[in-house]
């Protein structure tokens, strides 16, 4: 009985070692030993060789079939009701588009855009994970992709080994280090009375226990134009893919988290991180009272010395595709803006939390059994309400600057589509667009106009 118990106590010994000194005291200090670089440089290799072989194995093979174009299967066109309506009238002959003439015809224009929803709706692919090119040997994500050849029949089962039996036991065991020692250092350190090394320690312990996670992620995060950092007393605003965005940017700065009050484990953490530093957490019924939230975010800005506080406008996940509408209430509050693009590799693992399709302990499974999380973060300069500009028009702004950065397609839809249903006031908004083709600018833009011409 002593050999297997020895064995096991220099297995337990060796694990230890390599958390402590290849994993968690390197990402104490923010280092780094290159050994996750050396891992994506071979993974990246592995995938190219998988996608020659796919590529030629479809040669081999013509009843593999291909797999859908990522840009959608209708080719949608970029210009504005005006012109297209135009070319829809230019098309008949005598058609124009004089103002205040109405032609039948005109029905042609919108059924084509009702007819383009239906098939290949904008909203609902924000929702849906991205398409891949090319397989990337994960199970969930061969839907296109079938038997090739052994080798790759090979390398795949290889590849479920390493990510189930060897990374995810790793992972698994960095993700409880880390939240343990968040829970437990923001609880010690909230028992000091406020000071400036109060302050300092927070940071540290926010800094240490969010790089340990983002280890525990195998987690390549490149960082453009870290002058641009936002910085205290300003507000953050990324576009959001995952709840795992937060552990990507806290992972080079600290911020004060804004959120609403939960209970279980995530109760837990809340409250001990609140002990420690001024994070804005809100009461269910405070959610509701939106001067409330204002107010007290207003009240933090205000406040120099703090940190500077993250949200993300959206509102929800979208797919790491696009970006959409942002909620102008975190432009009302005042400060300086400091826009931030979040843009991950689809590659290594699909980052995009899907909230209707997987619980968040599903959805962090799947994250711990991918190959990789591989981010690219650009600060943007910071951005301040112009004169004359309202907060709509200013989220706007922001918003277009984070999708041009991060190659992300421009949406004015709005994330709350993803569970309700297109607002009244978006239809009419449509309607009064075309009413003022029809009867020009200076006329009436109700869409009852429209009406009371028949």
């Not at 440089?41 to 009843?63: D, F, H, N, S, Y």
């Not at 959608?72 to 009238?89: F, H, K, N, T």
């Not at 398409?131 to 990337?136: T, V």
Request: glycine share 8%; net charge positive; proline share 4%.
């Amino acid at each position: 009985m002593e050999d297997p118990r020895t064995t096991a106590l220099v297995l337990f010994q060796v694990w230890v070692s390599v958390l402590l000194g290849l994993v968690m005291l390197p990402a104490m200090f923010g280092l780094s030993l290159g050994v996750t670089g050396v891992y994506i440089q071979i993974l990246v290799r592995i995938l190219e060789w998988a996608t020659l072989r796919i590529q030629r194995g479809r040669k081999e093979m013509p009843g593999v079939s291909t797999p859908l174009p990522l840009n959608g299967i209708i080719q949608r066109e970029g210009g504005s009701m005006e012109q297209e309506m135009l070319e829809v009238r230019g098309s008949r002959p005598g058609g124009s588009l004089a103002e205040g003439e109405f032609a039948l015809g005109d029905v042609f224009y919108f059924h084509k855009k009702g007819m383009e929803s239906i098939v290949d709706d904008q909203v609902t692919q924000c929702f849906s994970s991205e398409e891949l090119a090319s397989w990337n040997l994960l199970t969930r994500t061969n839907q296109n992709f079938y038997y090739i050849s052994l080798r790759l029949t090979v390398v795949w089962g290889v590849g479920v080994f390493v990510r189930y039996c060897i990374l995810f036991p790793l992972r698994i065991t960095l993700a409880i280090i880390g939240l343990t020692w968040l829970v437990i250092g923001t609880t010690l350190v909230g028992f000091l009375p406020e000071s400036s090394t109060k302050q300092w320690l927070s940071e540290r312990v926010h800094l240490m226990c969010y790089r340990i996670c983002a280890r525990g992620l195998s987690a390549t995060v490149h960082y453009h134009n870290k002058e641009n950092r936002p910085k205290k007393g300003g507000i953050c605003v990324a576009n959001h893919t995952t709840p795992i965005d937060i552990v990507i940017l806290a992972n080079d700065g600290c911020y004060s988290m804004v959120g609403q009050v939960h209970g279980g484990l995530m109760g837990v953490i809340q409250r001990s991180m609140v002990r420690s530093c001024p994070h804005v957490w809100f009461e269910r019924t405070e959610m509701k009272d939106r001067n409330a939230v204002t107010n007290r975010l207003r009240d933090h800005v205000a406040c120099k010395n703090k940190l500077p506080i993250l949200i993300f406008p959206e509102g929800t996940c979208i797919n790491n595709t696009s970006v959409m509408m942002f909620k102008k209430g975190s432009f009302e509050i005042g400060g300086t803006i400091y826009p931030v693009a979040i843009k991950y590799d689809p590659r290594f693992g699909d980052a995009f939390w899907n909230s209707a399709k997987y619980n968040m302990v599903s959805y962090l499974l799947r994250m711990m059994t991918s190959w990789a999380i591989v981010v690219n973060v650009w600060y943007l300069p910071p951005m301040t309400k112009q004169v004359g500009e309202d907060a709509s028009q200013f989220a706007q702004r922001v918003k277009s600057a984070i999708a041009l950065q991060g190659g992300l397609i421009d949406l004015a839809w709005d994330g709350g589509l993803k569970r309700a249903r297109v607002k009244d006031s978006q239809k009419e908004e449509q309607q009064k667009m075309y009413s003022s083709i029809i009867v020009g600018p200076e006329g009436p833009s109700s869409p009852l106009h429209l009406h009371t011409q028949d």
